[in-house]
């Protein structure tokens, strides 16, 4: 004979599908974050500043100056720089995967330190020995850059028990894309985070393809924001190619985290224009799909329009692009003329000795 629920159980339920309901409602009611127009303006050379970098980057590879894989971050920017735009940078923490360039510099990284990595220079953030999937900075609470498909979400779920261990009121951002989504460690994360009441925001990247299989074909559950329901982990859908929906549904989480009722899993919904990696053809997309994505759905082109729409001056525009340009090329320049590490680095940061 199958049980009855109890009181306690209905109770529980209805809590759970309460906070869902409420997470969506409100994100429903605060569609798009009201910035000012020089907060449209920062995220605006936030995104512009990803791009470029990570075109320059595709340069430096094709030339044999970065070596191993190299993942670009171009068509995504709008969900690093939404999303760490709403971080309180002295106590919340970030880690990522192996596609980590444009979260680096989403958190205000210098890009000469993250181009030096990238070419694996002594000058590097992580002294050259990271190189473009592993980068860290414990100064900037940003935790990687990992090479192993989803293994980032179980650290993160680390740092988040950290934060709440210290009391220091810190959350953890946790990125993941579509193709981790389907790894079982990332299940095992959620239920430790969900029972625990752990202060950590997992991000889903969503950008359709993983490594290189479309959503449909690798995975049965393909609206991703519902994969935590089974651990009564709220969930949010967002468009990851509108930079102040992203700040908007961003701000919406960090409040219930922050209030003390556990995680939240949001889906952003993105696209890259480039191949998972620089080695990738992406012959498994038509040529059409990506430019009808660039011409109707990039969010560097939206919130340029807006910023026009608005009445910011076209000139002044420009000036934010032409100083970008000059900013990453100055970064290619450092790396280039930067020294490899020492021979000696090879014996360093292996092992931490203690008495």
């Known amino acids: 004979m199958a049980k009855k629920p109890t009181a306690a159980k209905a109770a529980d339920a209805a809590d759970e599908g309460f906070a869902l309901r409420s997470l969506q409602a409100a994100h429903a009611a605060n569609k798009r974050y009201a910035a000012s127009d020089d907060e449209l303006l920062t995220f605006y050379e936030q995104m512009v500043l990803i791009r470029r970098f990570e075109e320059r980057a595709g340069q430096l590879y094709g030339l044999g100056l970065i070596g191993g894989f190299c993942h670009l971050y171009i068509g995504q920017e709008a969900v690093a720089v939404g999303l760490q735009s709403a971080l309180d940078g002295e106590k919340d923490s970030v880690i990522t995967g192996y596609r980590d360039h444009g979260h680096m510099l989403a958190y205000g990284i210098d890009p000469k330190v993250i181009m030096a990595e990238l070419t694996g220079r002594a000058a590097g953030i992580s002294k050259g020995k990271g190189g473009s999937m592993h980068m860290f900075s414990v100064d900037h609470k940003f935790y990687g850059g990992h090479g192993i498909v989803g293994a980032q979400v179980p650290l993160g779920t680390g740092l988040a028990f950290a934060h709440k261990y210290r009391g220091d009121g810190g959350v953890c951002m ?157 970064s290619a320049d450092f790396a280039e003329n930067s020294p490899e590490p020492e021979m000696t680095e090879l014996y360093t940061d292996v092992l931490v000795e203690s008495y």
Do not use: C
């Open 174 to 330: 946790a990125y993941f894309g579509d193709g981790a989504a389907n790894q079982g460690q990332v299940y095992e994360a959620f239920n430790m985070a969900a029972l625990w009441k752990l202060p950590i925001v997992f991000v889903v990247e969503n950008n359709g393809y993983a490594m290189g299989t479309a959503v449909k074909r690798g995975s049965a559950e393909t609206e991703f924001y519902r994969r935590g329901t089974a651990f009564r982990i709220p969930g949010m859908d967002v468009n990851g190619m509108d930079v102040l929906e992203v700040r908007a549904a961003a701000e919406i989480a960090l409040d219930y985290v922050r209030g003390g009722n556990g995680p939240v899993l949001m889906e952003l919904n993105t696209y890259r224009y480039r191949g998972h990696s620089m080695s990738d053809p992406a012959k498994y997309r038509s040529r059409e799909e990506v430019q009808e994505m660039r011409d109707k759905h990039d969010p560097i082109e939206a919130a340029n329009a807006e910023l026009l729409a608005r009445g910011i001056a076209e000139d002044r525009i420009k000036d934010i692009d032409k100083r970008i340009r000059s900013i990453v090329a100055e």
